[in-house]
C-alpha cells in the first residue's frame, strides 16, 4: 500500500487529500502530476488529536 497526497481534484478526491492505492495505481498518478508521494509525520498527528502524547509548556 502506497499513500499519495492529491495536487489536483481527480475522481472523488480533491486536492489535499490522502488515500492509499496498490503500487502500481500510486505510480501512475506521481507519473501524472496527479498526485505525490506521502509520508505521514507520526509525531505530529499525536500532538493534534485530544489525549496525544504532546507536551504542554
Known sequence: ??????????????????????AAKAELLIERNIAEKHTPERGKAAASKPG???SVN
Open 1 to 22: 500500500m502506497t499513500q499519495v497526497k492529491f495536487l489536483k481534484n481527480c475522481g472523488a478526491y480533491t486536492i489535499g487529500d490522502v488515500a492509499g492505492f496498490e
Open 52 to 54: 496525544g502524547n504532546a
